[in-house]
Each structure stands twice: as structure tokens, then as C-alpha cells.
């Protein structure tokens, strides 16, 4: 029975995680650009919904539309205000510019927020349910739906509209796509925009399931790098995959290794997977 914990553990986990990593794989892959950045976009994310909650009274799963439409706004005035002035240079220039922008954000959230860990409680609590002895607390499996529901909308965006499929074509062939007639700066722009709003998103569930602070900003970049290795770069089922890979990875590394170690374990498997099959799982050229 403890493993089937651990298992349900990890899924519940790892739904999360793929929300967290899907919008950063995005930016990736699309615009060839390491955001560093995004972990603190997730963390903003988290701030709004636990403030929205103290003082508007606004349920954190309620309020994540509002944050992933905040952090679009937020995300496309950055890339065009900043990273589309350098967008072609080499990746070594806008990881440095993304770089200096995260640091830039980091200390106006420590500034403003303080270091101190906060935590949406929940009022009245949700509880928990007992499924044969296997008992997951409501909130995280509300936080688990709500993941996998954004991730799987993002997937349709980018298979069934039209932006989404300007999207896959910029992310294919940009110069074909400017031939085209993509106006292949606002793609890039609004693709920077829509991994902002899922890491807005992210942060918003993240808010009730863990202690936020803009210390933890480093540690969910570092698990979306990971995912995107495991899953495959710039693809959505590829972060769904990494996801629920590296919850499970953690999970069960924290169990057998004791949980000081199930970072360690995630990390050791992305150097794996960068020997064995350097594309990822299920990565595959552009998007499926």
C-alpha cells in the first residue's frame, strides 16, 4: 500500500510539475531562447493568487485565468519591449539578457514580499478522501486537474487555431513562415506571452500545494529544465511526459535514497537521457 501512496503521490505531483515546465519547453523551443526567467514568473504567479485570496477573497482556483492573463500581458510587453531587440543573436546573448531580467524581478519580489515563505490556506479546508486506504488531500488533486486541463488546452491551441498553427510554423521554419506572410515578431511575442500566462498559472496551484517565496524561483527552473530534457524540447506531450516522469523520479527516489536525495535523482536521470536519447521520450521535431 505505501508504493500505491507514493505512486498517487507522484502523479498528483507530477501534474503540477508539467504545467510548470510546458510554458518554458514553449519558449524554447519556439524562439530558440533559455528563459531564464520563468521561475519567477511562476512565483509572481503565486504571489497574485495568494494576495488575491488574503485580500479580495478570491479562491486560488478561481483566480488562475486571471493570473495566466496578467502574466500573458506581462510576458508580451517583455519580449517585445526587450528580447525581441535581440532575437536571431547568439543563445549565449539572450540567456544573459533573460539572465539580468530574473534578477531584476528576484529583487523587486524580495523587496516588495520579503523572503519569508507564505502559504494560501484554504478556509474552510477541503480535506482529504481515502481511496482504499490511499489518501490524497482535495486541494492537490484539484491542483493536478486544473494542470493537466491547461496543458491539454495548450495542445489544442497550438493543433486547432490559427495563432497556434503560426506557432508550429514559426517553430518549424521561421523564414518560410515570413514568406508566408507570419508576422513572425508577433508569434514570437505572443508564444513568449502564452509561457508566461502557464507559468502564471502554475504559480497560482503552486500557491495552495507549497510554501511560496522568491527563494523557490530557482529550484522550479531547474525542474522545468529537467522536464523539458525528459520530455523532449518544445513539445507539449513531451512535458506532460517529463512531468509525471519527474514526479514519480522524486517520489519514489525520496522513499528508496530518503527524500534529501529525490532532486538528485531527478538530475542523475536528465544526464541519462541526454546520453542515451538526447531529443527526449517522446521529442520530435516541432510540435506533433
Not at 536571431?88 to 514580499?113: C, D, H, K, Q, R
Request: charged share 10%.
Amino acid at each position: 500500500m505505501l508504493y500505491v501512496q507514493v505512486l498517487v503521490n507522484g502523479l498528483v505531483l507530477g501534474g503540477l510539475y508539467s504545467c510548470i515546465a510546458v510554458g518554458f519547453s514553449l519558449v524554447w523551443g519556439v524562439l530558440n531562447v533559455i528563459n531564464i526567467l520563468h521561475g519567477s514568473l511562476i512565483i509572481l504567479g503565486s504571489y497574485a493568487a495568494f494576495f488575491a485570496y488574503h485580500y479580495l477573497h478570491i479562491n486560488p482556483f478561481l483566480f488562475v485565468p486571471v493570473a495566466a492573463f496578467l502574466l500573458f500581458c506581462l510576458g508580451y510587453a517583455i519580449q517585445l519591449a526587450f528580447i525581441n531587440r535581440v532575437m536571431g543573436s547568439p543563445v549565449l546573448i539572450t540567456l544573459t539578457l533573460t539572465f539580468g531580467l530574473n534578477l531584476l524581478l528576484y529583487n523587486l519580489m524580495i523587496l516588495a514580499f520579503k523572503a519569508d515563505f507564505r502559504k494560501v490556506i484554504l478556509s474552510p479546508p477541503l480535506g482529504s478522501i481515502n481511496l482504499g486506504g490511499v489518501i490524497v488531500p482535495i486541494d492537490r488533486l484539484i491542483s493536478m486537474g486544473f494542470a493537466l486541463a491547461l496543458v491539454g488546452l495548450l495542445y489544442a491551441l497550438l493543433r486547432g487555431s490559427r495563432i497556434g498553427r503560426a506557432i508550429v510554423a514559426v517553430r518549424m521554419d521561421r523564414e518560410a513562415a515570413q514568406l508566408m506572410g507570419v508576422n513572425v515578431s508577433r508569434i514570437y511575442a505572443v508564444t513568449f506571452g502564452l509561457g508566461a500566462a502557464m507559468a502564471g498559472a502554475a504559480g497560482s496551484l503552486f500557491s495552495v500545494m507549497f510554501p511560496i517565496s522568491p527563494e523557490t524561483a530557482n529550484a522550479l527552473l531547474g525542474k522545468a529544465f529537467v522536464i523539458c530534457v525528459l520530455g523532449g524540447l518544445g513539445s507539449v506531450p513531451g512535458a506532460l511526459v517529463g512531468g509525471l516522469a519527474l514526479g514519480l523520479l522524486e517520489s519514489f527516489g525520496a522513499v528508496v535514497f530518503g527524500s534529501q536525495w529525490s532532486t538528485t535523482v531527478g538530475f542523475a536521470l536528465m544526464i541519462l537521457v541526454l546520453v542515451v536519447r538526447p531529443s527526449g521520450l517522446v521529442g520530435r521535431k516541432g510540435f506533433e
